[in-house]
């Protein structure tokens, strides 16, 4: 008998529907945040002015200084499964080495969420949540990545993980091809996933439904431990990751990640399909190819 896969405990009712999704025109973005913007600001105007409701970014090379982030951490009480660490605040300038960040709105404003990979000057290299209104433009920060117009990330309360948390959904201005109006633009689906289920088999199956054969895969998320098809697993029950290649090919998804535990230890390399369960939400924008 095959071995249940790990669950996690969350304070509210499971809701019977486990993901969202919303479909997009897609944009190809490349844009500059300027020095003293915060990269929540920076990110929510660059988006904007391309005209679009969402997108997925990455931030590889961003030099940022003041710099703030957060790490996975147990919760403190009852009303969360898993919280957040001290806020930490490395000295002078931070090298993003790589980042993914999605971006949506939350309470009618811009919202950003951000996990990836960093290094302060002489320390070693450090993983987590970064927090987007605190960290500041040291440079001109090159954006790149792809929007959405017409589905949105809008940021709910969930009362299953009782988390603010986005949702994927059609944006309050429509897509442009809805009403009527033909469009050649491709298009790209919005996608966040619940907890408790295998994050490769979830998209799998969104997919599927979709008649999505083939795509590149963009996010972020957290899972309750990983396993990897080479190299040890991860044992931590809460966790940042980046999904730095995401492919569908076939029906079959190979996401290639790296994944920060609650002690900061930084695990990398393809999840196994199986054995990989979201801990709180993952967070997707989907491209379909050919």
Not at 30 to 49: D, Q
Not at 145 to 158: I, K, P, T, Y
Not at 225 to 233: I, K, L, M, T, V
């Amino acid at each position: 008998m095959a071995e249940a896969m790990r669950t996690i405990r969350h304070p509210g009712p499971t809701a019977p529907v486990r993901h969202a999704k919303a479909w997009g025109e897609a944009a190809a973005l490349e844009f500059t945040i300027a020095p003293g913007e915060t990269m929540e600001a920076g990110l929510g105007r660059g988006v904007a002015e391309a005209g679009c409701n969402a997108a997925y970014v990455s931030l590889q090379g961003a030099r940022l200084n003041p710099f703030r982030y957060v790490m996975p951490a147990g919760s403190p009480g009852p009303s969360h499964a898993a919280w957040y660490s001290r806020t930490f605040a490395p000295e002078g300038v931070v090298t993003v080495t790589e980042a993914g960040a999605i971006v949506g709105r939350r309470d009618g404003a811009p919202f950003v969420h951000c996990h990836g990979a960093w290094r302060a000057e002489d320390e070693p290299l450090a993983m987590g949540h970064m927090l987007p209104p605190d960290s500041v433009a040291a440079e001109p920060v090159r954006v790149t990545g792809v929007g959405l117009r017409g589905a949105a990330f809008e940021s709910r309360q969930d009362d299953e993980t009782n988390f603010r948390l986005f949702a994927a959904e059609p944006s309050e201005h429509g897509s442009p091809g809805e009403a009527g109006q033909p469009t050649d633009a491709p298009r790209a689906l919005a996608l966040t996933l619940r907890p408790n289920q295998d994050v490769c088999h979830a998209i799998e199956a969104v997919c599927r439904n979709e008649r999505i054969t083939r795509a590149r895969i963009h996010g972020i998320g957290s899972l309750n431990e990983a396993r990897f098809e080479d190299g040890p697993p991860m044992a931590s029950y809460a966790s940042e990751l980046l999904i730095r290649d995401g492919r569908l090919e076939g029906g079959r998804v190979r996401l290639d990640v790296a994944v920060v535990a609650m002690d900061g230890a930084i695990f990398e390399g393809v999840l196994v399909r199986g054995d990989n369960p979201v801990c709180v939400t993952f967070e997707l924008v989907v491209v379909p190819e050919g």
